[in-house]
Antibody
């Protein structure tokens, strides 16, 4: 069974940093691209970042230069390093598996990041 | 960047009725790269349709997708109580994914 479990969400002050982790199981992580998608409270879905099997990386303009996605296939994990956090980064962050750049076929349950003073 | 617009914002229907949700793109989207998701309160999104019209594994056949170019549609033939949720369309292109703002289907 495919499972994605996010962790690392917390309350952090504006300008601070946080590292999210996504633990993958039930499939071979090295065979799939992975994404981070976020959802601000009461709002819609916003794609954040993508890393493919060759570690080609893309970011949404809203996080470019502040967030860094990475993967460690040996540890079955994907990460999102978030720096220079802003109040508007407050959201539930989901890890989602990419299927052939077509869709996101499995999602974790999300981890909450709150940026507030 | 391709912008997706969904209509209506909210659809109020009764169980057993037919739901028709629209997703319009600001530029042509390849059907291969158009997907639909369902999200219930407090839950992660769930993939319903990919490639504009192919149901994901385990999705009931009352859900169907259609469309091409800039206009896509998700149809729920007969609403069941479990179908009341928010639905998002999503496209992939030019190195990024984008989502529509969502359509909420609620009970009339």
């Amino acid at each position: 069974e495919v499972q994605l479990v996010e962790s690392g969400g917390d309350l952090v002050q504006p300008g601070g940093s946080l590292r999210l982790s996504c633990a993958a199981s039930g499939f071979t992580l090295s065979d799939f691209g992975m994404n981070w998608v976020r959802q601000a409270p009461g709002k819609g879905l916003e794609w954040v970042s993508y890393i493919n099997t060759r570690s080609t990386i893309y970011y949404a303009d809203s996080v470019k230069g502040r967030f860094t996605i990475s993967r460690d296939n040996a540890k079955n994990s994907v990460y999102l390093q978030m720096n220079s956090l802003r109040v508007e980064d407050t959201a539930v962050y989901y890890c989602a598996r990419d299927w052939l750049d077509v869709c996101l076929d499995y999602w974790g349950q999300g981890t909450l990041v709150t940026v507030s003073s | 960047e391709i912008v997706l617009t969904q209509s209506p914002g909210t659809l109020s229907l009764s169980p057993g009725e037919r739901a028709t949700l629209s997703c319009r793109a600001s530029q042509t989207v390849s059907s291969t790269y158009l997907a639909w998701y369902q999200q219930k309160p407090g839950q992660a999104p769930r993939l319903l349709i990919y490639g504009a019209s192919t149901r994901a594994t385990g999705i009931p056949d009352r859900f169907s997708g259609s469309g091409s170019g800039t206009d896509f549609t998700l149809t729920i033939s007969r609403l069941e109580p479990d179908d009341f949720a928010v639905y998002y369309c999503q496209q992939y292109g030019r190195s990024l994914f984008t989502f529509g703002p969502g359509t909420k289907v609620d009970i009339k």
